[in-house]
């Protein structure tokens, strides 16, 4: 993946044309913001043990919708390729979705 660090992303984050990825910021710089730093871990990270639904993503997302650095936090799961977890208010197939289609999106000049 092209860095984001380099480059503003012209991919629109949850359908809002207005609402664009902003450059990457450096570690230890957006952190220190994030609303999440106050939360347990646990809820950004949901499970499933294999017998029920898996745990629901709908308390992280209210965190990431009222967090500063949400669109910095997002950034930064994408240039990483974050596995697992909740980041930037996406789930996991949430930002796979959200890459595929920056990466099928013409490049601007």
Known sequence: MASLSRRKATTPVSGNS???LPDLLPP???????ACRTTDPQVFFPVTDGHG??????A???VCNRCPVRRACL????ENQEPVGIWG?????ERGRLLAKMLRA???S
Do not use: F, I, V, Y
């Open 106 to 108: 013409p490049r601007r």
């Open 75 to 78: 950034a930064h799961a994408l």
């Open 60 to 62: 992280a997302k209210r």
């Open 89 to 93: 208010g996406l789930t996991t197939r």
């Open 18 to 20: 207005d609402a664009l």
């Open 28 to 34: 230890g710089q957006w952190e220190p913001s994030a």
């Open 53 to 58: 639904p898996e745990q629901s993503t709908e």
